[in-house]
């Protein structure tokens, strides 16, 4: 996680449970002490007592931590050749590993940091064409799953969210997290919005999103721009602000579940739609050379089921009666099998 003035950017990474790291470091410790007090005990005649006692395993444990820890009493010394070169070469690189290990907590935050700031600065100089989610509740967490179940990368989904807590959810589905108020420029700027393909507002509150979608229409005027709203009366005020399109989140979803008592198959067809990673899916793409000329027929025989034709920027449906061929340039929304169907 990177701190930078009062924009936090936090980073995917592979989570290890605090206990499981604290273990770790111990036994690292441990295992230096032991062998360190094993390589002084082998060698125990090279060494000297000021006492003139012989050296016993606890004075080797003892010398050891002293050793380790750097804190040299030097009651006890070693006086022989083997026991010096012992020392230099052995034990001097477990102190390293000893003392290491004892602030790793320290090196670790600072090699996370120095990292972090390398991957934002690599990251703001290449970035591109990505998906920018402000909002992580129920609704931008779909659409980022609906994203990735669709093919695109998780990696070039940036969330937008005032929780840490909420970005940290974000990170363990791959995706980059900026910390702060979508309304508020400096933290646009951090989601580099001037550079997104598109933008998805998924606020609860409406007042937030109008602000939010000001905020990215003014940096990235290019973009599309796709906005929840809760009460449709505030839906104009959303696309006077730059929403490409609005989505009534609440109205929809009533409709759904109408649409679902009424006609139960019905529902659970439109439902099936919805669900990008399995059963059927929507697709919007390009008409291809094989497409041109053809019919809704032709790619049904290709196992699409066309849905509407964009011609020249009007969307013309499948029973309007105005399409008898595709033609080079159109865009064409089809139906088809998902992925984790076939």
């Known amino acids: ?89 052995l034990i001097t690189p477990l102190r390293f590993i000893f003392l290491i290990t004892l602030v790793s907590t320290t090196v670790e935050i600072l090699t996370e940091r120095t990292r972090d700031e390398w991957r934002t600065r690599r990251w703001r100089s290449t970035v591109n064409n990505h998906t920018v989610i402000i909002g992580y509740g129920v609704k931008g967490r779909s659409a980022a799953q609906s994203l990735t179940g669709a093919g695109v990368d998780a990696s070039t989904i940036v969330v937008v969210d005032p929780s840490a807590a909420v970005i940290e959810q974000a990170n363990e589905s791959g995706h980059l997290g900026v910390i702060g108020d979508a309304g508020r420029e400096e933290i646009m700027r951090a989601a580099s919005v001037d550079k997104a393909r598109q933008v998805i507002v998924a606020l609860d509150r409406d007042d937030a999103s109008v602000l939010a979608v000001l905020t990215a229409r003014r940096l990235a005027p290019q973009a599309r721009i796709v906005a929840a709203v809760r009460e449709s009366t505030n839906s104009p005020l959303l696309r006077q602000s730059g929403a490409d399109v609005v989505v009534l989140t ?6 759904l579940m109408g649409l679902s008592l009424n006609s139960p198959a019905a529902g659970d067809f439109v439902e099936d739609l919805l669900e990008t990673r399995d059963g059927l899916t929507i697709v919007e793409r390009a008409a291809t050379s094989d497409d041109v000329g053809g019919t809704s027929q032709d790619l049904l025989s290709r196992g699409e089921l066309l849905v509407a034709v964009v011609r020249r920027g009007v969307t013309h449906r499948f029973d309007s009666g105005t399409i008898s061929a595709i033609e080079p340039g159109d865009t064409l929304l089809v139906i088809h099998q998902g992925r984790g169907a076939q």
């Open 1 to 89: 996680m990177l701190v930078s003035s009062d924009v936090t950017l936090s980073w995917p990474r592979v989570s290890r449970r605090p206990i499981t790291l604290f273990l770790r470091r111990v036994a690292i410790a441990t295992a230096c002490l032991l062998i360190t007090a094993f390589l002084v005990y082998i060698e125990r005649d090279g060494y000297n007592d000021a006492n003139g006692h012989p050296i016993t395993m606890i004075d080797a444990l003892y010398y050891a931590t002293v050793s380790l820890s750097t804190t040299g009493y030097g009651d006890i010394a070693p006086y022989s050749e083997s026991a010096r070169l012992v020392n230099i070469f």
């Open 250 to 255: 609440a109205e929809s979803a009533g409709h």
